[in-house]
């Protein structure tokens, strides 16, 4: 079944007298369980890719379903909901509040959702399944980069996330982190979790099982990589 589905999506944008294509129709579909990549160059649209599907922005036109739900115009109220119930992002800056110890950061998704209830056990466990549950009561600037990233994937499951969305995700790590890293996201996979990242690296989106090209706007093919089912 389809988790995502997206028909002749475009984004445009007015610069002065110009029209922007960003992205300028769009036909693609992300299976419940898949692991993609979307790969394309500085500029290609799949930063604007990216935020469509994670609820940032809504598309000019074309049409947008999740989980069988149009969601192709939501208002800023709802695309906030679904950003916090439906969604898990990890960034390529950790994004993690250098004040709160890992545990307190882990679960700020569940105390924007306000369900607060049993938060502690819950961000405990997504602590426990990236290796980093020994680190709980350190704050970010204690860490390496590539435990602040196992802490942010963390914070990205902590909710039971339909979909993770990943972008540049190990852009400020070095190669033995960046191998961690990949090795923990096919863990979650092989364990029923979707997962969207969005790259400028080959060898990064080889990691997953497909391979979606992005370039001037345009969904120019895709390919299988090496992460085999």
Not at 15 to 33: F, N, P, R, S
Not at 51 to 76: A, E, N
Not at 100 to 126: F, G, H, I, T
Request: without cysteine; negative net charge; aromatic residues 6%.
């Amino acid at each position: 079944m389809a988790l995502i589905e997206l028909q002749e999506i475009r984004k445009h944008y007015r610069m002065g007298d110009e029209t922007v294509k960003a992205l300028d129709g769009v036909t693609l579909d992300i299976e419940a369980g898949s692991y993609a990549a979307v790969l394309g160059p500085s500029g290609s649209g799949k930063s604007t890719l990216m935020h469509l599907l994670g609820f940032m922005d809504f598309p000019t036109s074309g049409t947008m379903l999740f989980d069988g739900d149009d969601v192709s115009r939501l208002s800023p109220s709802k695309r906030a909901w679904y950003r916090a119930n439906r969604l898990g992002f990890v960034f390529q800056t950790f994004n993690l509040l250098p004040r709160l110890s890992v545990l307190e950061n882990v679960r700020l998704p569940l105390d924007y959702a306000r369900q607060a209830r049993n938060a502690n056990d819950l961000a405990r466990e997504a602590l426990d399944r990236v290796g980093m549950s020994h680190r709980i009561e350190h704050r970010p600037g204690q860490l390496s980069g590539g435990e602040r990233q196992r802490v942010a994937i963390a914070r990205a499951l902590v909710n039971q996330p339909k979909l993770i969305l990943a972008d540049e995700p190990t852009g400020n790590l070095d190669t033995k982190n960046v191998e961690r890293v990949m090795e923990l996201f096919d863990a979650l996979v092989d364990e029923g979790q979707t997962l969207i990242i969005v790259t400028h690296d080959l060898e990064v989106a080889q990691h997953a099982r497909s391979i979606i090209l992005v370039r001037d706007g345009h969904l120019v093919g895709t390919e299988e990589g090496g992460h085999s089912e």
